[in-house]
């Protein structure tokens, strides 16, 4: 037990230490205004641009203005007035921590400041996992005000076990960065603590960070219930205690730019199989999640040494024993009245056998077809493998009978 607990208290240090916090960034920056201080305001915002970027606002107003025209048509004067008013205006706004600056020079001409400074700024480093596509994970819905769910009643107990297990699948699946939409609260607390004089203008860094979807997941819950029936056996006359019910959920991904609804599927089981709620749950969001991340990153052949294959796939997304089915991509195919990609075509080249599932890879057995066929970037698609169970006939009982001398009495005697 005590092993176990240094592990974990080992892994979790080795991943704190790969957290990334703000660094100093050094740049050169020049300024001009009326006094020095607004000419080191003007090199100091130059300088954050730099590092940070910039926002900038544009509006454009009618200004006021009189045109007048006269125009003459033999002793007849025409004349017409138009006002104009035209307005206009830019603002450029930017937003940093500065640790300091060096004035390297500072001049004075015609009631100008120019400065040039040495200006050093924090900027938050993001974590490598913010170059993954990003999702955000928007709360469970579930409009059941009543439910039997293994004996959970409580709605926060049961849609928390849902939002857990999708977010630990996603996770794992190490394909998107996981964006949580559930914990504002706690986020809205820490960005008040760090923006507070409690905290460093290093940590004040961390402000203005957060990161927006690529894609927003949007799980509905709609039917959770497993409740204990009786059954009665009448043959034997016991009464038997039973499982019933099913799960059934919706999840649904839509590209936040555009709107688009990139994946939605609905997935069901049966609660009849299962004795506990984490294992129901996890069960039918494996099989989600799993469906999703395939859709839209497909498992790829990383490596390929004689008949075993690596796949870039690890962790809770493939299990040992699976069998995949290796396709090659082709040319891309285009609907002729959408004109949209209809995606790849795709030829069968092996089918192979996960034997060993690393946390980011796996590898696979080639079981049919030509490993020599096989290249990197070839898609894996899963299998269901079928097997039957042969069902021994029993043949009726039999109308001979033994007497007691151990002879017999034939049907026909």
């Keep these: 037990m005590k092993n176990n607990i240094c592990v974990l208290i080992f892994t979790l240090l080795m991943l704190l230490s790969n957290v990334v916090g703000a660094e100093v960034v050094n740049v050169i920056s020049k300024g001009s205004g009326v006094t020095e201080e607004k000419a080191i305001n003007s090199a100091l915002a130059k300088a954050i ?5 910039l926002s900038l606002t544009s509006s454009s107003n009618i200004q006021a203005a009189k045109v007048q025209t006269e125009i003459k048509d033999g002793q007849k ?26 004035i390297i020079s500072s001049n004075a001409l015609k009631g100008l400041y120019e400065v040039e400074l040495s200006v050093d700024i924090y900027q938050y480093d993001l974590p490598s996992s913010s170059n993954r596509k990003k999702i955000a994970l928007l709360p469970i819905k579930f409009n059941q005000s009543s439910f039997e769910f293994f004996g959970i009643k409580s709605l926060d107990v049961l849609t928390g076990l849902f939002d857990n297990t999708i977010e630990r699948y996603l996770v794992q699946s190490r394909r998107f960065a996981i ?5 504002f609260d706690s986020l809205s607390k820490e960005f008040s603590f760090i923006n507070s004089d409690a905290t460093s203008v290093r940590e004040k860094a961390k402000l203005g960070q957060s990161l927006g979807g690529d894609y927003i997941l949007i799980p509905e819950l709609i039917e959770a219930s497993a409740k204990t029936i009786q ?7 016991e009464t038997r205690s039973l499982m019933s019910g099913q799960i059934s959920l919706v999840v649904k991904v839509i590209v936040t730019a555009t709107g688009e609804v990139k994946f939605s599927e609905e997935y069901t089981i049966s609660s009849a199989k299962f004795s506990k709620a984490n294992d129901a749950i996890d069960s039918l969001v494996s099989v989600a999640v799993h469906d999703l991340i395939d859709g839209i990153y497909p498992k790829l052949i990383v490596k390929v040494n004689g008949s075993q294959v690596l796949i870039n796939s690890g962790g809770n997304s493939i299990v040992t024993g699976e069998y995949y ?16 990609s209809l995606g790849s075509d795709e030829s069968w080249v092996a089918l192979i056998k996960v034997t060993k599932v690393g946390a980011k890879k796996a590898y696979a057995q080639v079981l049919e077809g030509m490993p020599a066929k096989i290249r990197i970037g070839d898609v894996c698609r899963q299998k269901k493998i079928v097997t039957k169970k042969i069902k021994k006939e029993v043949g009726r009982k039999t109308d001979i009978e033994i007497n007691e001398s151990g002879g017999v009495f034939l049907p026909f005697d």
């Design 325 to 340: 089915d290796v396709y090659q991509k082709g040319e891309i195919i285009t609907d002729p009245y959408t004109g949209e």
């Design 49 to 53: 641009a730099q590092v940070n970027g």
């Design 179 to 183: 964006l949580s939409r559930s914990d």
């Design 77 to 102: 004067k025409y004349s017409s007035t138009i006002n104009v008013e035209r307005q206009s205006s830019d603002s450029v706004f930017v937003k940093g921590q500065v640790e300091g600056y060096d």
């Design 231 to 237: 059954k009665h056996i009448q043959i034997t006359g």
